[in-house]
């Protein structure tokens, strides 16, 4: 299945570094930074604070607040995976609220790693984890996988120790670096009405990843189509 893209205004551009390998992306202005790397709580707090008002502009205090504490409840399973990267989303698409993140970490490549786009396509499709493909970015083969997964709302936001769960759905891109590291991508959305726009998004996300090695010099992965 492919991922679809189509223009859209975009930031400054993301990065991660691999080893020897930086990666690069850009990301759609809708898209608000989570702060995964700010190690003072502080101006973590600030950050998310900051982060509410320009979510959610015009909005109450109180429900920036909520916003907020959403978000920072939620980084902690996003340090547990690894982000080196992530962004949260919030709009309205056809009059309905809706909401996506996208995170970015690496991981290190399982399988055979003289052909680990085959390798973990397999490892995904025997764990039937979702709709697995493999796909062609400007930058090099990569895995994709569709799919949707149980999340829980934690005990602070719905007043119990155990809070109700809900379906999320994602589209995640493994992207194998020449480094036995592997990219990994995903976008995840609990609210269906906007998954078109959401995964047209991160359709161009992806598309726009580059590689560079430690001079700078632009790398293209063996077997990409350009």
Request: charged letters at 20%; proline letters at 7%.
């Amino acid at each position: 299945m492919s991922i679809p893209t189509m223009p859209l205004k975009t930031i400054p551009w993301q990065a991660a570094r691999s080893a020897d390998i930086h990666v690069r992306w850009v990301m759609p202005e809708i898209f608000h930074d989570l702060p995964v790397k700010e190690e003072d709580e502080d101006e973590a707090v600030r950050l998310l604070e900051e982060l509410a008002e320009e979510a959610l502009p015009g909005a109450a205090d109180e429900d920036q607040l909520r916003f907020a504490v959403i978000c920072a409840l939620g980084l902690d399973d996003l340090l547990a995976a690894g982000a080196e990267y992530a962004g949260v989303c919030v709009t309205a698409i056809d009059e309905t609220p809706c909401s996506a993140t996208v995170f970015a970490s690496l991981i290190d490549t399982v399988g055979d790693v003289a052909d680990p786009v085959k390798a973990i396509a397999f490892s995904l499709r025997r764990a039937d984890v979702g709709d697995v493909s493999e796909i062609q970015l400007p930058c090099g083969p990569a895995v994709s996988c569709i799919g949707t997964h149980d999340a829980r709302i934690t005990g602070e936001l719905a007043g119990s120790e155990a809070g109700p769960t809900f379906s999320t759905s994602f589209i995640r891109v493994y992207l194998p670096l020449p480094n036995a590291t592997t990219l990994v991508m995903e976008m995840g959305t609990p609210t269906m009405a906007g998954w078109d726009t959401f995964a047209t998004m991160f359709g161009n996300v992806v598309s726009s990843i580059r590689l560079f090695d430690t001079h700078g010099s632009a790398l293209i992965i063996p077997g990409s189509g350009g």
